[in-house]
């Protein structure tokens, strides 16, 4: 019997360096009970798949002692690690590199002097002292990997680079790599912590009390304290901290936090509002209806946290690549430094000069960290803008969409249907084929009903429930029930055919509910639906951004499709679908595409579950407080806008494109200096630049998607 695996997500301290984290995520998949492990350096989180939990922690501290990990759970300071990195290790690695600076500047000032002066033993003291205390972090992690028996890190190849200097008394070019190398180092953790705040900072909407009115009067509690049904007193100005409905008050309220837009929300009682709002104007009294960790400021929360758990393919083979080309270089490096003085007799010390420097270009710094830092910025940048993409993987399938399948009732049109018009036949009248349209579909959730049971009752007319009774919903076609002595049906055309009813043949621009009472065909309602505003808007945007073709799938008549079809420009359509015709069609669109674009869905994320979830990348639109799109979907658009579609593939394809512009970078730039230093037309000093300047540029590329304000053509709040 096996045994049942758990997840726990920790925080993850005291780490500075992706080849560590490589090592503890690689070290963790080793050990027998661990199905799976993700150490993201992004985001300092490591996610475990595992039977024993409490076993990851000893394993973590065999592989990396110093690395501390904190149960998720347990976390009581949210950016902790960062205000360390930020605070006293910058003050630490500060007053280091200027004790190291100064002796290193005495020994250039006082070279020739030294030389002249015999003093040479006075001069390896001083460059001695400089590397090891410029070096100490550095030597101390090369020593540990040797000792795990793991030859080959950055860390390695910087000691053996610098020692090697030193050992060909290349005092000055040993002393200053270290510098400098540490000078980037630390310019580096600067922007990764830069970013890594950015992205929390979208965390900040986290409510942190709640007012709950009690017996003794209102008292301020945690959000997790407070239960289901308990009264809220929520002040202008205030977040609020759990779901709940409107019971007094009126107020605008800013879903920024939750949806990107910054427009605020007119609320009144009877409405609902949700964790992680705020509260711009009036008091309110809100009953609370959900637990907190069931809330959507919740949900957004555990998606943004949790996305870079899954890795795009990119990521990973960066991280195998780096595992591989480490000890490579290592080796390329020995046959340069030995193998030209034993064929030719050439200089050793030239040739040992030019596989240090080799070693020195040649850390993958720049892939290991820019890259995951990419996908990171891409997820936050999404995020802020109300765009909840699941993982890694998912910013590089939206980049790869050819082809965009849209539902048409609630994504491309409002959804909100309205009677159109009452055409009665056969001796009724419309008051009467109202009626008995309301009755039959009284108990019907279904939006046309509720648009029919609206109508009927704006003349203020109310039905007796106690007069209804067999009621029979027949899925994709209509109901059935028996209104007093009246036998009722309302359908569409595929439910008359069923019932072999006798029918005009009619040609409708909107949904049509036709009414059969006693077997008599009594007439029919048309029904009309809008389309939304920005829907015309965000096709033309998925064009632009090389999406080759829109489909849509309404369970509609063809012709209310054609017309919705027509007025977008969409490619192709298909109606009068049942639910599971929906998957079928679908299924058809994914033979069809034979090429390496993937296929996209988009829907309301209730009905459209199974093609959600067929779909290379299913996006829930208008999601909000939706556990059902929550949980199938990989992308979650938290408002109802087309327009978010838009610019989920445009953040998605310039992340990628970001991402490809630091693989080029870095193999460009290292590519043409190790062909340089292996000609001897490069110094130790403009190998340091090469290898630092890239990583600096690339890891300020990827943090450029996240102050970003537009992304193309689409503002981007």
Known sequence: MMAEMKTEIFNVKNIDCPSCAAKIENGLKAVDGVNDAVLDFASLTLHVKASDITRIIEEVRKIEPEVELVPKSEQTTPHESDQESGGFKLKRELSILTVAAALFCLQLFFEDWFHRGSFSLLELAIVVAAYLIAGSNVLLGALKTIRKGMLFDENVLMVIATGGALAIHAYSEAVGVMIFYKIGELLQDLAVSRSRRSIRALLAARPDKAVVKTSDGYQEVAPESVAVGDLLLIKPGEKVPLDGKILSGNTQLDSSALTGESKPLTAKPGDTVLAGQINKSGALTVRVSRPFNESSISKVMDLVENATARKAKTEKFITTFARYYTPAVVIIAAGIAFLPPIISGASYQTWIYRALVLLVISCPCALVVSIPLGYFGGIGKASRNGILVKGSNFIDTLAAVKTVVFDK?????????????????????????????????????????????????????????????????????????????????????????????????????????????????????????????????????????????????????????????????????????????????????????????????????????????????????GALGSDAAVETADVVLMNDSPLKMAEAVSIAKQTRRIVWQNIILAFAVKGIFILFGAMGMATMWEAVFADMGTALVAVANSTRIIGKSRVEGITVD
């Open 409 to 621: 009732t609630g994504t491309l049109t409002r959804g909100v249907f309205q009677v159109k018009e009452v055409v009665n036949l056969n001796g009724f009248s419309k008051t009467q084929l109202l009626e008995f349209a309301a009755a039959a579909e009284l108990q019907s959730t279904h939006p046309l009903a509720t648009s029919i049971i609206n109508a009927f009752s704006k003349d203020r007319r109310e039905l007796n429930p106690a007069m209804i009774f067999d009621h029979t919903d027949i899925p994709g076609q209509g109901v059935k029930a028996r209104y007093g002595e009246y036998s009722v049906m309302v359908g569409n055309d595929s439910l008359l055919h069923l019932e072999s009813i006798d029918h005009p043949k009619c040609e409708f621009d909107g949904s049509v509910a036709h009414i059969v009472v006693n077997g008599n065909y009594a007439g029919y309602i048309t029904i009309g639906d809008e389309i939304k505003p920005d829907a015309e808007n965000a096709l033309k945007r998925l064009k632009q951004q090389g999406v080759e073709q829109v489909v849509m799938l309404t369970g509609d008549n063809a012709r209310s499709a054609d017309a919705v079809a027509n007025s977008l420009g969409i490619d192709s359509f298909y109606a009068d679908l049942l639910p599971e015709d929906k998957v079928s069609i679908f299924e058809k669109l994914i033979k069809k595409n034979t090429g390496d674009g993937k296929i996209a869905f988009v829907g309301d994320g209730i009905n459209d579950a199974p093609v959600l979830a067929r779909a290379d990348v299913g996006v829930a639109m």
